[in-house]
């Protein structure tokens, strides 16, 4: 097929012939006449956009009318006032953001200049708990009149990007896919084909997070990008760092005042006394929000909470320090502080859900039984954390989030008792393989499993460090099924193996169960298109279940089948 041709000196002014696109597209004439015929879409659409209209402001109308017809190509309706993509997870506190007027107006006066690129990324960093995410959600919705799409996405891990960005789909109103990568494909073009979005990756603080963060940022070229990251120092030049710094003393004094007013008693000192508390907090925005949580809970006038805030610092000297943590002690402190009133099922939850990974955590979870138990706790002990402000539970659906620092801050007060650690760890192991029981190939069981899986993977390699071997293989394997079956075999094959490992160790080379882990694992390796790694493993498992279970038995018709 010929591919399009210029003729010499030609300029890319004026009309446009179908050889002039095909030229400067790098696609034959068929492909640009079968597209403006409506039969078929061009390969390369963010190419093609870059190609011909980049961010110039001459072609703003040529570009909006290229998307609408690409957009109506692929059945999905052009965006309107009516419907703006607005991601749930987007909300303000109203009054009680203070303190924040000069950077955000030094946030938008950036984001407006492009420093010469066709979209704006820029990393607002800062402290643990200083409040970048709360910022960015602030800034988006004080300026969301000037966007057409308001989207969010937790950029923890890898993983959690591609998850973050298929569920963007939903949020987009995308044509349904199933599968993940498409899903995930699918945003990125739209992304690529629209103008005038804005992008939050929240959470960039591990270097392959910032790595995958960064190569999808570079490949957006017509929006406003915010990353919130606690690195300093390590991101590439095309994203401007923004650094945001405590609150001034004023600020988390008035934030304190505002928090609290009408919940606590009365003091003639007040504003002195939260002043004291402010300095002593450190003027970190996550400490104050706790502390007045704290306060407003227990009806408490803030000379109470210093006194019980200052009785806790003998406690967590010895495992909160913050050259280890990164985190002030001030902060290790306010939370141990209302952690003391937590009921025992409050306290325990919260121990529990210090093994769990950042993704938000489905509340049905919480209708499981504990290992030795006859009934599940439901939600009382979840209401025990939210009155302090301990866990934050989503307005749009039933699940909850939990700060990954008080998280890290439980982990580290849990792991002093050793033996404490070791019982909570196989209690939460148990808890989280009961509930994660269905069958991983049933496509209805996937809504459920996807919200276990990234809480079930952090938990199963903990438990494997820790040395648990049951039922650490059993969820280690559940996790490859579904994760295989998803068409994610790089982030399967790990869990599949380190599954065929521990039972081996621990059941015998020959015992029925590592044929089940064999057979998984070549199934895997068949599918991924390596049939002479998937073979001898096939055969052991034939050769085992024979063995194990005689000739006849329905196994051994299995693994004969799969061979």
Same mark, same amino acid.
């Given at each position: 097929?010929? @591919?399009?041709?210029?003729?010499? #000196?030609?300029?890319?002014?004026?009309?446009?012939?179908?050889?002039?696109?095909?030229?400067?597209?790098?696609?034959?004439?068929?492909?640009?006449?079968?597209?403006?015929?409506?039969? *078929?879409?061009?390969?390369?659409?963010?190419?093609?956009?870059?190609?011909?209209?980049?961010?110039?402001?001459?072609?703003?109308?040529?570009?909006?009318?290229?998307?609408?017809?690409?957009?109506?190509?692929?059945?999905?309706?052009?965006?309107?006032?009516?419907?703006?993509? $607005?991601?749930?997870?987007?909300?303000?506190?109203?009054?009680?953001?203070?303190?924040?007027?000069?950077?955000?107006?030094?946030?938008?006066?950036?984001?407006?200049?492009?420093? =010469?690129?066709?979209?704006?990324?820029?990393?607002?960093?800062?402290?643990?708990?200083? =409040?970048?995410?709360?910022?960015?959600?602030?800034?988006?919705?004080?300026?969301?009149?000037?966007?057409?799409?308001?989207?969010?996405?937790?950029?923890?891990?890898?993983?959690?990007?591609?998850?973050?960005?298929?569920?963007?789909? +939903?949020?987009?109103?995308?044509?349904?896919?199933?599968? +993940?990568?498409?899903?995930?494909?699918?945003?990125?073009?739209?992304?690529?084909?629209?103008?005038? &979005?804005?992008?939050?990756?929240?959470?960039?603080?591990?270097?392959?997070?910032?790595?995958?963060?960064?190569?999808?940022?570079?490949?957006?070229?017509? /929006?406003?990008?915010?990353?919130?990251?606690?690195?300093?120092?390590?991101?590439?030049?095309?994203?401007?760092?923004?650094?945001?710094?405590?609150? *001034?003393?004023?600020?988390?004094?008035?934030?304190?005042?505002?928090?609290?007013? /009408?919940?606590?008693?009365?003091?003639?000192?007040?504003?002195?006394?939260?002043?004291?508390?402010?300095?002593?907090?450190?003027?970190? *925005?996550?400490?104050?929000?706790?502390?007045?949580?704290?306060?407003?809970?227990?009806?408490?006038?803030?000379?109470?909470?210093?006194?019980?805030?200052?009785?806790?610092?003998?406690?967590?000297?010895? &495992?909160?320090?913050? /050259? @280890?943590?990164?985190?002030?002690? %001030?902060?290790?402190?306010?939370?141990?502080?209302?952690?003391?009133?937590?009921?025992?099922?409050?306290?325990?939850?919260?121990?529990?859900?210090?093994?769990?990974?950042?993704?938000?955590?489905?509340?049905?979870?919480?209708?499981?039984?504990?290992? #030795?138990?006859?009934?599940?706790? #439901?939600?009382?002990?979840?209401?025990?954390?939210?009155?302090?402000?301990?866990?934050?539970?989503?307005?749009?659906?039933?699940?909850?989030?939990?700060?990954?620092?008080?998280?890290?801050? *439980?982990?580290?007060?849990?792991?002093?008792? %050793?033996?404490?650690?070791?019982?909570?760890?196989?209690?939460?192991?148990?808890?989280?393989?009961?509930?994660?029981?269905?069958?991983?190939?049933?496509?209805? %069981?996937?809504?459920?499993?996807?919200?276990?899986?990234?809480?079930?993977?952090?938990?199963?390699?903990?438990? +494997?460090?820790?040395?648990?071997?049951?039922?650490? !293989?059993?969820?280690?394997?559940?996790?490859? !099924?579904?994760?295989?079956?998803?068409?994610?075999?790089?982030?399967?094959?790990?869990?599949?193996?380190?599954?065929?490992? $521990?039972?081996?160790?621990?059941? #015998?080379? @020959?015992?029925?169960?590592?044929?089940?882990?064999?057979? +998984?694992?070549?199934?895997?390796?068949?599918?991924?298109?390596?049939?002479?790694?998937?073979?001898?493993?096939?055969?052991?498992?034939?050769?085992?279940?024979?063995?194990?279970?005689?000739?006849?038995?329905?196994? @051994?018709?299995?693994?004969?089948?799969?061979?």
């Amino acid at each position: 097929m010929q @591919v399009g041709t210029r003729p010499a #000196g030609a300029r890319r002014t004026g009309a446009w012939s179908v050889n002039d696109f095909a030229y400067e597209a790098g696609v034959s004439s068929r492909t640009v006449q079968n597209y403006t015929g409506g039969r *078929t879409l061009p390969p390369d659409i963010s190419r093609i956009l870059a190609t011909f209209f980049a961010d110039d402001p001459r072609h703003v109308q040529a570009r909006a009318a290229f998307i609408a017809a690409f957009d109506n190509a692929r059945g999905i309706a052009p965006l309107s006032p009516e419907h703006k993509p $607005i991601h749930p997870e987007l909300h303000s506190i109203g009054h009680l953001f203070t303190g924040r007027d000069e950077f955000m107006e030094r946030l938008h006066a950036s984001l407006l200049r492009r420093n =010469g690129s066709a979209s704006a990324i820029r990393a607002l960093h800062g402290l643990g708990g200083i =409040g970048k995410t709360r910022a960015a959600m602030e800034y988006a919705l004080r300026h969301q009149d000037d966007y057409t799409a308001l989207l969010f996405v937790r950029a923890y891990n890898p993983t959690t990007i591609d998850r973050e960005f298929a569920a963007l789909a +939903d949020v987009l109103r995308l044509p349904e896919q199933k599968d +993940d990568e498409k899903r995930k494909d699918a945003v990125l073009r739209w992304l690529q084909a629209h103008t005038g &979005w804005l992008l939050i990756l929240d959470n960039v603080d591990t270097p392959d997070a910032l790595r995958a963060a960064t190569t999808i940022a570079r490949s957006l070229r017509s /929006g406003h990008v915010l990353l919130t990251s606690r690195f300093e120092g390590e991101f590439s030049l095309e994203i401007e760092p923004l650094e945001l710094g405590l609150l *001034t003393p004023d600020a988390a004094v008035v934030y304190l005042l505002k928090a609290t007013e /009408g919940r606590r008693r009365p003091e003639s000192d007040a504003p002195a006394q939260a002043r004291t508390l402010a300095d002593l907090l450190g003027h970190l *925005t996550l400490a104050l929000v706790h502390a007045a949580a704290y306060i407003a809970e227990r009806r408490f006038t803030f000379a109470n909470y210093l006194t019980e805030w200052q009785a806790n610092r003998p406690r967590v000297l010895d &495992w909160a320090k913050e /050259g @280890v943590t990164g985190y002030p002690l %001030s902060l290790a402190q306010t939370w141990i502080t209302s952690m003391d009133q937590l009921t025992v099922r409050g306290r325990a939850l919260l121990e529990r859900l210090s093994f769990f990974a950042n993704d938000p955590i489905p509340e049905f979870l919480l209708e499981v039984l504990l290992p #030795g138990t006859e009934a599940a706790e #439901g939600v009382d002990p979840l209401l025990d954390l939210q009155r302090f402000s301990l866990i934050t539970r989503d307005a749009s659906a039933d699940r909850f989030t939990i700060h990954r620092i008080l998280r890290d801050v *439980t982990s580290r007060h849990l792991a002093t008792d %050793s033996l404490t650690y070791k019982a909570r760890l196989i209690e939460t192991l148990g808890w989280v393989n009961a509930a994660f029981l269905d069958d991983p190939q049933d496509v209805r %069981s996937w809504p459920r499993l996807d919200q276990l899986a990234p809480h079930a993977e952090d938990l199963a390699w903990t438990a +494997d460090k820790a040395g648990i071997a049951e039922p650490t !293989a059993s969820l280690m394997n559940q996790l490859g !099924a579904l994760f295989c079956v998803k068409v994610h075999h790089a982030h399967a094959e790990p869990l599949l193996r380190r599954a065929l490992a $521990i039972d081996e160790a621990n059941l #015998g080379a @020959v015992h029925p169960t590592v044929a089940i882990r064999l057979n +998984d694992l070549a199934l895997l390796l068949q599918n991924a298109n390596r049939p002479t790694e998937a073979e001898p493993l096939m055969r052991r498992a034939l050769e085992i279940s024979e063995v194990s279970q005689g000739a006849d038995h329905p196994h @051994v018709a299995i693994r004969l089948n799969n061979m």
